[in-house]
Antibody, heavy 127, light 109 residues
Framework: EVQLVESGGGLVQPGRSLRLSCAAS????????MSWVRQAPGKGLEWVGF??????????EYAASVKGRFTISRDDSKSIAYLQMNSLKTEDTAVYYC??????????????????WGQGTTVTVSS | EIVLTQSPGTLSLSPGERATLSCRAS???????LSWYQQKPGQAPRLLIY???RRATGIPDRFSGSGSGTDFTLTISRLEPEDFAVFYC??????????FGPGTKVDVK
């Protein structure tokens, strides 16, 4: 079964750091782009950033709202993607989802859409 | 930066009715990279449509997508009780790479 499981959320004070993990199973993790999307309470979806697979350069891109504060990485040997969040602000409070994006070489290629999502982990930034 | 606008904000319908949701881009976009997601309360989003009109694996054929250029539509031909949710359109573009619309809530009339 294809599955993504996020962990690492919690309550953190403004200015502090937190690292989220996204553990993948049921697919060839190293082939996929991994993305992070967040949703503030009662609000819509906001893309945070993604990391491409190594065959596609392993490049990383971020939304302007988190660039310079958040860092995405991946450990293909463990099938885990990470979101390191530094200098957290109250406006970073949200449910954070990881999602996978299939490569063009995949039988099920969805034109860069996010086809599998985790259940989300909640980050609350408050003093 | 391309902005996605969705209308209406809320659509109140009864089971069995047809739902038509709109997503408009601030400039012409590639339909290859326009997707639709469904999100139910307390759940993660689910991919419904990619490439503007292609159903994702396992998505019932009552869901269909259409459109090109700046105007895209998600249609649910006959609403089932489990279809009531919030629907988001999404674009894969240049900068930012991903943009979501604000969502349309389909609720029970």
């Amino acid at each position: 079964e294809v599955q993504l499981v996020e962990s690492g959320g919690g309550l953190v004070q403004p200015g502090r750091s937190l690292r989220l993990s996204c553990a993948a199973s049921g697919f060839t993790f190293g082939d996929y782009t991994m993305s992070w999307v967040r949703q503030a309470p009662g609000k819509g979806l906001e893309w945070v950033g993604f990391i491409r697979s190594k065959p596609y350069g392993g490049t990383i891109e971020y939304a302007a709202s988190v660039k310079g504060r958040f860092t995405i990485s991946r450990d293909d040997s463990k099938s885990i993607a990470y979101l390191q969040m530094n200098s957290l602000k109250t406006e970073d409070t949200a449910v954070y989802y990881c999602s996978s994006i299939a490569p063009p070489t995949n039988y099920y290629y969805y034109y860069n859409a996010m086809d599998v999502w985790g259940q989300g982990t909640t980050v609350t930034v408050s003093s | 930066e391309i902005v996605l606008t969705q209308s209406p904000g809320t659509l109140s319908l009864s089971p069995g009715e047809r739902a038509t949701l709109s997503c408009r881009a601030s400039e012409s976009v590639s339909s290859s990279y326009l997707s639709w997601y469904q999100q139910k309360p307390g759940q993660a989003p689910r991919l419904l449509i990619y490439g503007a009109s292609r159903r994702a694996t396992g998505i019932p054929d009552r869901f269909s997508g259409s459109g090109s250029g700046t105007d895209f539509t998600l249609t649910i031909s006959r609403l089932e009780p489990e279809d009531f949710a919030v629907f988001y359109c999404q674009l894969y573009g240049d900068s930012p790479r991903f943009t979501f619309g604000p969502g349309t809530k389909v609720d029970v009339k």
